[in-house]
């Protein structure tokens, strides 16, 4: 390691100098050179990229400065960003640790002021051309005066310097001087270059309070106008995209389409219909839109239908409901159905709902290196690697598992629906908003023990019950059934595949959901899509949903076919889109959808279809002639506060919360899980150790009844001395476990094999019985 330079030191704020930043396990510490200024240290490989590639930033006034050892210290923000540094001695490591203090102390006493100053400096950008030379004549002139007062600082600077020599030369031949005759002369001289040099102090030190003050009048209102025109900025960069956008699927559109109607040889009718991946669309044209998703060769492109079909579908078009009027029509529906029903629980109705909570302590901020435990974990299976709890959230699988169960509403809707290619259309935009909550969730939830279970009963404040049991631990497998009192039921097993493969982390859910209707009969059946999780060792953790989903329904044979995007940092496309087309079971389209799984979907009904253009692979896309899109479904807003309390949606703040009566095994009453919500880590720590311990214990003693059970007295004593190497390889074992509340069964429609409920939980409930449970906590 070469000895590096001091850092160099700068006026002002600004702080320089070569460290060694540590890069990865192949390269270890790389020098790199950093730059400290206005509360920003960045780094460069070189001096000279300084002017065009800077490498990372981070802020200070949010970032914990820790010192490691004599040369090491630790920046981070709260674990986005971690810079691991080393200064080449321990003097250049203080100056910097110096440095970086005083810069963040800085930072944060600006950023106060800048909030403070908020109302009193309102930045207004000029709305006409007055305007705008009046705010120009007004900074022309104020940097005038600045400039005035820098060089009058540079003035005072050299008489400074000139004067102070002067003094120091005269104090030199004071002191070598013998008393005599050029004693007074030599005072003299000494007092009036020290009168000099103290006046042209002062001098200096009143033009620095000048500028200081002028500095500081305008700097704010200077801050909140560089806002302001950052913000047009990026709004008239966003405008020009989605021009450039709406402008290519025209062109495209005009190419691929074979029927076109009248109406579309308007250009600023075609703009002013177009819809755009997450923009809201215009409400202006009742009767026309367009919009395009053939990003890739297989998509598909809709053009606005013939203005006779509008015509039409208020009179012998069927299965439009949802588009004339929908929400308003469910909602009468909804009491009517409440009114007229004699099954409906009445006496329920008087029963106050119960408040619950809507918020949880906040995340601690706890250091964690990352390296020191990923380093071993490259390659294996996710559940069998040990993970503290500063990975995860305070919810466990199961729980996560019944927040699918947010948007509860599509459901209720789609039983509703007399058309089952109108609820299959509900039915595929519930399957996508299960992946809405996953956004901003880069925690991991705990892994469920075996025999865990989690209930959720929304019977009284939404019409639903829920359940949920780890029903095998290798591989994890977890059975949901939930039932709902407007005529549905969801039921689903979901095993985990995942894979750390150093950069990214790639979780495949392999079974099956199914969701059943009364009243229609119709049952569906669907699986879900790959969830990754990017920049696992370096950069803020971001999680992104590809691949494809049929839904199909068994008793008709009509599928939904939606395609989850993936990222692209090239694709002109919106991120996180899904695209997806509803046909029956002879391939004909009746329903297009298009949306984002992070926000919204839109569905509009199918008129007409025909062969457009090759794409780039040679493969004809399809044209669909569209009814105007309605939105079918939209995210729930994060309640106030998320970014502190793990992202959690509304719903999934109460799924922890205490309640009386539930069983034994409830997520609710695991330990580790409620010490790491109340921010005790470190017992969480111990706490999910020693369960884990347990469980394994608890393995070890089914395989040995097994073992037992199964093989003869005389091959006891070989057993028993081979017994402890067989156990101890828990992958090569099954569980052993007979779920409590759900059974193996083959599904005769779908012709899937899934754990599905078989009663008797909530009658345990009711009685308070719980002599069945296994004690797993």
Known sequence: ??????????????????????????????????????????????????????????????????????????????????????????????????????????????????????????????????????????????????????????????????????LQRSLSELEGIHVGADMAEKTRQVTERATLFRITSNAMINACRDFLSLAQTHSKRWQKALQTEREQRVRLEETLEQLAK????????????????????????????????????????????????????AEFITVPADPKYHRRSGSNVSGLSSETGTDDQSVNFDELSLASNPESPQ???????????????????????????????????????????????????????????EYYELLDKAAKCQSSLEQLCYVAAFTVSSYSTTVHRTGKPFNPLLGETFELDRLRDCGYRSLCEQVSHHPPAAAHHAISEKGWALRQEITLASKFRGKYLSI?????????????????????????????????????QSGEIDVVNHRTGDRCHLKFAPYSYFSRDVPRKVTGVVTDKDG????????????????????????????????????????????????????????????????????????????P??????????????????????????LEEKQRTARREREREAVKSASSPEEDAQVTGTEASEVSDESTHPDNYQALWFEKTDDPVSGETLHIYKGGYWEAKEKGSWDMCPSIF
């Open 665 to 690: 095994t409830d997520s609710r009453r695991r330990p580790d899980q409620r010490l790491m919500e109340e921010g005790r880590w470190d017992e969480a720590n111990a706490e999910k150790q020693r």
């Open 347 to 405: 006496p329920l109705e008087l029963e106050p709902v119960r408040q619950r909570r809507t918020r949880i302590p906040d995340k601690p901020n706890y250091y964690l290196n990352l390296w020191s435990i990923m380093k071993n974990c490259i390659g294996k299976e996710l559940s069998k690697i040990p993970m503290p709890v500063n990975f995860n959230e305070p919810l466990s699988m199961l729980q996560r598992l019944s927040e699918d169960l």
């Open 508 to 544: 495949m859910p392999l079974g099956s959901i199914q969701c059943l209707f009364d009243k229609s009969k119709n049952h569906y059946s669907w699986k879900k899509v790959t969830t990754t999780v990017h920049n696992i060792i370096v950069g803020k953790l971001w999680i992104d």
């Open 1 to 166: 390691m070469s000895e590096s330079k001091p850092p160099t030191p700068t006026p002002a704020d600004t702080y320089k100098g070569w460290l060694f930043k540590w890069t990865n396990y192949i390269k270890g510490y790389q020098r790199r050179w950093f730059v400290l200024s206005n509360g920003l240290l960045s780094y460069y490989r070189t001096q000279a990229e300084m002017g065009h590639t800077c490498r990372g930033t981070i802020n200070l006034a949010t970032a914990n400065i820790a010192v490691e050892d004599s040369c090491n210290f630790v920046i981070s923000n709260g674990g986005a960003q971690t810079y691991h540094l080393k200064a080449s001695s321990e003097i250049e490591r203080q100056r910097w640790i110096t440095a970086l203090e005083l810069a963040k102390a800085k930072a944060i006493n600006m950023q106060a002021e800048s909030d403070e100053s908020g109302d009193d400096c309102p930045a207004v950008p000029p709305t006409s051309g007055q305007g705008g030379g009046f705010r120009n004549s007004e900074i022309q002139s104020t940097l005038r005066t600045l400039n005035s007062k820098v060089e009058d600082l540079a003035t005072c600077n050299d008489l400074i310097v000139k004067h102070g020599s002067a």
């Open 588 to 663: 004909k389209a009746h329903y297009v959808l298009s949306g984002t799984w992070d926000e919204k979907m839109e569905f509009s009904r199918v008129m007409q279809s025909s062969k457009g253009e090759n794409g780039t692979e040679g493969k004809q896309r399809t044209v669909y002639q569209t009814l105007k899109a309605k939105e079918i479904w939209r995210k729930n807003p994060l309640p106030e506060g998320a970014e502190n309390m793990y992202y959690f949606s509304s719903l999934a703040l109460t799924l922890n919360e205490p309640e009386e009566g539930v069983a």
């Open 246 to 297: 709406q402008h290519n699927h025209l062109e495209r559109a005009f190419r691929g389409a074979t029927v076109l109607p009248p109406s579309f040889s308007n250009p600023a009718l075609a703009i002013k219909g177009g819809v755009s991946g997450k923009g809201d669309a215009s409400d202006e044209d009742d009767d026309n839109e367009f919009f395009d998703a053939m990003e890739d060769p």
